[in-house]
Nanobody, 113 residues
């Protein structure tokens, strides 16, 4: 079955960086778009970034220029490089396969001094 496993969350200082990884299994990864969403306490889940099978990317306005989504089809992995982190980036980050609405279990990112 489809499985998505995120790693790489943790604590970072404002202005710092973190890289999230999501390893996928149970489907032909290279032909699917993949994405990252996040959910902060008391707020709805929101899209952060998406990467399509042709490599085209989209970003939420709040992360443009700071976050980069990428994929390695040989490793069935999608990444989210997060730079210049802000306190408002604190959230649980979820890996997402839009087609079929599959989600990972989430990884906590906390940005605090």
């Amino acid at each position: 079955q489809v499985q998505l496993m995120e790693t790489g969350g943790g604590l970072a200082q404002p202005g710092g960086s973190l890289r999230l990884s999501c390893v996928a299994s149970g489907f032909p990864f290279s032909i699917y778009g993949m994405g990252w969403h996040r959910q902060a306490p008391g707020k709805p889940r929101e899209p952060v970034a998406t990467i399509f099978m042709n490599g085209r990317t989209t970003y939420a306005d709040s992360v443009k220029g700071r976050f980069t989504i990428s994929r390695d089809d040989a490793k069935n992995t999608v990444y989210l490089q997060m730079n210049s982190l802000k306190t408002e980036d604190t959230a649980v980050y979820y890996c997402h396969r839009p087609n079929g609405a599959y989600w990972g279990q989430g990884t906590q990112v906390t940005v605090s001094s």
